[in-house]
């Protein structure tokens, strides 16, 4: 028999039945972990806490694509060229963060383990609306952050298991829940994906059409909105693709991604509006 | 007017209550394959199982009570998701998960009346086979460190007895469930275990982050079926 040293058992609370939920875990055993309990005093505004910023998200029949750019932004500075905006939630579904950077990932890494935990604890995963309704609570929790400006509104996208098709969620910072359709798009540089995403979706789009629907998006957002990157070709970094059908979540790799990126910029030396919608 | 009992008297008699109650579930197999860890349960449930998911790399076997050894279960899922978002997942341990265990149970035995009447396998897949880790707890929160097999459940010197026999270093997971097939059907004289009858479930070394995977009634039979003397095919990642 082995000896080991001894730390202590497991908490009383651990040992307690309660909900399948890791965040009203954590809420009851260490509160303060939680994003929404830090209560900071006075103004945040001064602070330069870097912002990131256009996130697309294209339903095709089959699944759904989100796609971000890779600048956050303090004020007038650009503080980082390759951040991730867009992570896996669990094998179906994806999330991704607009707002407050530093909140926006600790709530992401929560929303994570909170699906991961309910799927260890009951042996089943959630519904794709259970999920959204997941982190609609999540948001809720930050609200009195997101009223001091520390603000973060994630998109939320996944594969409908049930349904057999991609959806899309998008949240206000009181934690509303909203569906879309067909695309949407949210951010800084968002009113102007919207734009390009209203004119080059179609119902039926393949999945790599979508991809190139997705890219011009984030091309037309970065064009006219300084928070959002557009495609670095001299650095080789490009937007974070994920897609999601009934094969699970895939990150597209960044050398697919430098391929369709290469191609839009390609295009944009002979028509920099970009692809033409029909006129009637 | 209570009773005098003597304290070895009160400990030997909860550490055969406990014994006689394990003793009388069915029995559950772990053991290490050259791509991982290998668990074989004789459980013909499909929804309530013997053996889980703990971490990335880690998974839980129990027999005994299914209550006690479910309680410990989520507990050791709250433990390890609390630490991996307090640190980081790569410092969520077996052993660390193996200590708290051995807390819990061991102050169950010594301070309620009724000990847990359970027998758990924590263990956790490493880069090698030399890595692996396999903690056994008993009831009574002692703790062996493992190494190639462990037996626990009802017949298990039975089990143990023929895992003995069969078990070779690095075999393939075909092979290894074969011998875990074989020892689990030692309970007793007519036990013939099929597929449906089984709970089969593995740590994947090379297999990405979540290395754990439940094998499927077909997926079992098809390893079963694989002729010991045919060339090891390429073994495909376990499916679900």
């Known amino acids: ?280 | 007017m209570p009773f005098y009992v003597a304290p070895e008297q009160q400990m030997k008699d909860r550490a055969d209550y406990a014994r006689k109650g394990i003793a009388r579930g069915r029995s559950v197999v772990v053991l290490q394959y050259d791509d991982g860890i290998l668990f074989v349960a004789d459980n013909p449930s499909r929804a309530l199982h013997k053996i889980s998911e703990i971490y990335d790399r880690i998974a839980f076997a129990a027999v005994g009570k299914y209550n006690e050894f479910e309680q410990l279960r989520l507990a050791g899922v709250r433990y390890a998701d609390v630490n991996g978002y307090m640190y980081d997942r790569s410092d969520v341990t077996a052993r660390g998960l193996a200590n708290a265990y051995a807390q819990s149970l061991g102050a169950i035995f010594t301070e309620q009346t009724k000990p847990y009447e359970v027998e758990l396998v924590v263990a956790e897949v490493g880069d090698d086979a030399s890595s692996d880790q396999i903690y056994r707890l008993t009831f009574d929160g002692s703790v062996a460190d493992e190494h190639g097999f462990v037996a626990m459940g009802g017949a298990a010197d039975a089990v143990a007895t023929a895992l003995k026999e069969g078990y070779r270093d690095g075999e393939s997971l075909s092979e290894a469930l074969k011998v875990a097939v074989h020892a689990l059907q030692q309970q007793d004289a007519e036990r013939v275990l099929e597929a449906e009858k089984l709970e089969v479930a593995v740590l994947d070394r090379n297999r990405d982050r979540r290395l754990f995977r439940r094998l499927a009634p077909s997926r079992i039979d098809e390893l079963l079926a694989r002729s010991a003397d045919a060339p090891a095919a390429p073994e495909a990642p376990a499916e679900d």
């Open chain 1, 1 to 280: 028999m082995a000896s080991m040293p001894m730390g202590g058992g497991l908490p009383g609370v651990f040992m307690n039945s309660g909900p399948s939920s890791f965040a009203d875990f954590l809420g009851a055993y260490r509160p303060e972990l939680l994003p929404g309990n830090r209560m900071v005093s006075g103004s945040v505004e001064h602070l330069n806490i870097p912002h990131a910023t256009t996130i697309v998200a294209v339903t095709f029949p089959g699944g759904v694509i989100m796609a971000g750019d890779r600048r956050a932004t303090a004020g007038n500075v650009i503080a980082q060229r390759d951040i991730e905006k867009v992570f896996p939630a669990d094998e179906y579904s994806a999330v991704a963060i607009a707002g407050t950077a530093g909140i926006g990932l600790e709530m992401t890494r929560l929303f994570q383990v909170e699906l991961e935990h309910y799927e260890k604890m009951e042996g089943r995963l959630l519904s794709l609306e259970g999920k959204a309704n997941r982190l609609a609570t999540l948001i809720r929790g930050n609200l009195g952050m997101a009223m001091q400006g520390l603000v973060v509104v994630p998109l939320f996208a996944g594969y409908d298991l049930e349904k057999g098709i991609g959806r899309i969620f998008s949240y206000d910072a009181a934690g509303g829940r909203y569906e879309e359709h067909d695309f949407h798009s949210i951010g800084s540089g968002s009113v102007f994906a919207k734009g390009a995403l209203k004119k080059l979706w179609r119902p039926d789009l393949s999945e790599a059409d979508a991809r190139v629907v997705c890219v011009q998006a984030l091309y037309d957002a970065a064009d006219d909105d300084s928070a959002t990157g557009g495609p670095d070709l001299t650095r080789g970094i490009f937007p974070v693709l994920a897609s999601i059908t009934d094969d699970g979540f895939l990150r597209v790799p960044d050398a697919e991604v430098g391929d369709v990126a290469r191609a839009v910029v390609e295009a944009r030396y002979t028509s920099p509006g970009g692809p033409n919608a029909p006129l009637r």
